[in-house]
């Protein structure tokens, strides 16, 4: 996948099969110096010249999958961790709500990632969470302006499933007694790069990217956050993502 702009890392937690001492870490958090928070994110890959600056960045997450390379070619074998409720994971605060936990899990070879970006319904909505969030009714939703000066909003509805494949035959693997930190990556600068604000109709003095408004835009967005997630592996166990985590799906 592309090079990373934003990390999305998750605290997985489920109460699936496991192995006492096995876990899983993925955890919410952007890779951004804090002078870059609520500044300009300059990418050479923006039309135009354009740069961005993002003031909101959120996720709704209500399923992960991990499945065994063992098992890729049976569907009927997959191992499974599913959330009990939504979390909306606030990409730019590194936080989630509730907060994730790390998940026990089988050791072994994995060949497949899947997660899902769920609609935040109000009745399924977490603890502390009120009818009136601004994520009700979203599974993504973004805020920002471009270095043109136009202030753009991105709202995405449907429920999306994304798939990441290991890069190689047998699988990436999930060592055992370790906590093996995995970082969920989602380029959210990339994810735009394609789209011509310039052009896009504008509603209230914002460009409004949803379902309804700009849909060729909401579309390319869709197809870019499905071509730039990437998982990578915590090399060199520092919880931080470095030039040394490799890349282990994609």
């Given at each position: 996948m592309k090079k990373m702009s934003l990390l999305l890392s998750l605290w997985i937690s489920s109460c699936g099969i496991g192995v006492d001492g096995t876990f899983i870490d993925l955890r919410p958090t952007a890779p951004l110096n804090s002078t870059e928070i609520g500044n300009t994110l300059t990418d050479p890959h923006m039309l135009n010249g354009s740069t961005f600056v993002f003031t909101k960045a959120k996720v709704v997450i209500s399923e992960v999958e991990f499945e065994l390379a063992e098992n890729c070619n049976d569907s009927e074998q997959e191992v499974e961790y599913e959330y009990k409720q939504p979390f909306i994971v606030d990409l730019l605060a590194n936080t989630s709500t509730p907060d994730f936990q790390h998940v026990e899990i089988l050791p072994g070879n994995y060949c497949k990632v899947e997660f899902k970006l769920d609609?935040?319904?109000?009745?399924?909505?977490?603890?502390?969470?009120?009818?009136?969030?601004?994520?009700?009714?979203?599974?993504?939703?973004?805020?920002?302006?471009?270095?043109?000066?136009?202030?753009?909003?991105?709202?995405?509805?449907?429920d999306i499933e994304l798939e990441i494949q290991s890069n190689v035959n047998t699988g990436f693997t999930i060592r055992e007694n370790a906590i093996n930190t995995l970082f969920l990556v989602?380029?959210?600068?990339?994810?735009?790069?394609?789209?011509?604000?310039?052009?896009?109709?504008?509603?209230?003095?914002i460009v409004l990217i949803d379902k309804d408004e700009n849909e060729t835009a909401y579309e390319q967005i869709i197809e870019k956050l499905e071509q730039t997630t990437d998982l990578r592996e915590d090399k060199n166990n520092d919880d931080e993502l470095d030039e040394n985590d490799d890349i282990i799906a994609d």
């Open positions: 609609k935040l319904e109000v009745d399924e909505r977490p603890s502390g969470i009120g009818v009136t969030n601004e994520m009700i009714d979203l599974a993504l939703l973004i805020e920002g302006s471009t270095s043109d000066n136009i202030e753009f909003r991105i709202e995405i509805e449907e989602l380029d959210i600068k990339e994810m735009l790069s394609d789209i011509n604000f310039g052009s896009l109709t504008t509603t209230s003095g």
